[in-house]
């Protein structure tokens, strides 16, 4: 498994990722009115394409699959982190969480913020992050609970 930049081409691979992801995974922690709210399969692939050319945004590659993405903006702020259905468990949201936190330690961040699933917050916990506050997301007119965490970097 390497880490390389994210590439325009990745995207629909991506947004089978995540689908998939949040419809086999997520699940246990959200209803499917939920999950089918938060991953449709109609994801904005021009909305999301921009935003990760806009970010630091990486890919885990195996073999040629990405196993997992996640990105990062020059604040510190985590977008998203989402691992392969199939590579769960496997130290991938692991290796891509240390290279985000590595670019913003370089860019001189402070803390690192992100908005967890409730699937997610034991990762980020694990990894040195704290909730700093659970809340209500509405994702086409159904509510989603996640978590405000945030991890302070040190040098």
């Known amino acids: 498994m390497f880490i390389r930049n994210y590439n325009e081409t990745d995207i ?4 089978a990722l995540f689908y998939d992801t949040v419809h086999h995974i997520n699940t246990k922690d959200y209803t499917l009115e939920q999950v089918n709210a938060w ?3 109609n994801i904005d692939t021009a909305a999301w394409n921009q935003s990760f050319l806009e970010h630091y945004s990486i890919v885990a590659v195996e073999n040629g699959i990405i196993l997992g993405f996640g990105d990062v903006d020059n604040t510190g702020y ?3 982190l989402f691992v392969h259905k199939d590579y769960q468990g496997k130290g ?3 290796f891509i969480c240390n290279e985000l936190e590595k670019h913003s330690r370089e860019l001189g961040v402070m803390n ?11 990762f980020f916990k694990s990894s040195g992050f704290i909730v700093v506050k659970e ?7 159904i ?13």
């Open 12 to 15: 629909e691979q991506i947004a």
């Open 39 to 41: 991953a449709s399969g």
């Open 78 to 80: 985590l977008d998203r």
């Open 92 to 94: 991938v949201a692991t």
């Open 112 to 122: 690192m913020v992100t908005h967890a699933s409730i699937t997610a917050r034991p």
């Open 135 to 141: 809340q209500q997301v509405e994702r086409k007119g």
């Open 143 to 155: 509510l989603l609970t996640n978590f405000i965490m945030e991890k302070q970097l040190t040098e």
